[in-house]
């Protein structure tokens, strides 16, 4: 098993550009969120899924849009990319049932200038 | 609103040296604690879940500990290998439906040989 893998692992935009962050898992997990993680911040939800076709917001969704069509795939994108959303971003996922721990991918650092 | 608070920020400590990172927490109803190592650069490595006060969970010098309050992790001998920085996270039961953490903001331990 792969378990969570992101692409790309770096990623500089120019303020006003959009783009995808992809997340993928292999472990069949039934629940997956996006966080981001800022220097003396600690990790941040941004959206999380219960399920294929079953998304919502987190903690701070604002400028970020998630979908989720399978199982596997749970991609982030940035609509209109703002220097604020200079980050690193992570994406989580649970097996669900009475497992609570979240599996982390190896994030993507994403610069905005 | 779920809080963690971990303390120190950062720990230096000399290889053999043993200590204990602190996390404490408020939540509204504790589904589980959880610690992470994060290496640099990587994302958030599982290491224990505990669920009520007074359990344990231990492995190799890493030991964690919870009351109704806080958390610890006792770091036994630590070699340099054991620098990282440890995150602790919680999971009330306000969150159990989209299995999201509310995360501290870390401590980053520095062991020297």
């Known amino acids: 098993n792969a378990g969570v893998t992101q692409t790309p692992k770096f990623q500089v935009l120019k303020t006003g550009q959009s783009m995808t962050l992809q997340c993928a898992q292999d472990?069949?997990?039934?629940?997956m969120s996006w966080y981001r993680q800022d220097p003396g911040m600690g990790l941040r939800l941004i959206h999380y899924s219960v399920g294929a076709g079953i998304t919502d917001q987190g903690e701070v969704p604002n400028g970020y849009n998630v979908s989720r069509s399978t199982t596997e795939d749970f991609p982030l994108r940035l609509l209109s990319a703002a220097p604020s959303q200079t980050s690193v971003y992570f994406c989580a996922s649970t097996p669900g049932g009475g497992s609570y721990e979240q599996y982390f991918g190896p994030g993507t650092r994403l610069t905005v200038t | 609103e779920d809080q963690v608070t971990q303390s120190p920020e950062a720990l230096r400590l000399q290889e053999g040296e043993s200590s204990s990172l602190n996390c404490s927490y408020t939540?509204?109803?504790?589904?589980?604690l959880f610690w992470y190592r994060q290496d640099p650069g990587k994302g958030p490595e599982f290491l224990f879940t505990l669920y009520s006060a007074g359990e344990e969970k231990e492995k190799e010098r890493l030991k964690a500990t919870l009351t109704k309050k806080e958390s610890f992790l006792h770091i036994t001998a630590p070699k340099p290998e054991d620098s990282a920085t440890y995150l602790c996270a919680v999971q009330g039961t306000r969150d159990t439906g989209r299995r999201a953490l509310t995360f501290g903001s870390g401590t980053r331990l520095q062991v020297q040989p």
């Open positions: 939540v509204s109803g504790l589904r589980g």
């Open positions: 472990m069949n997990h039934e629940y």
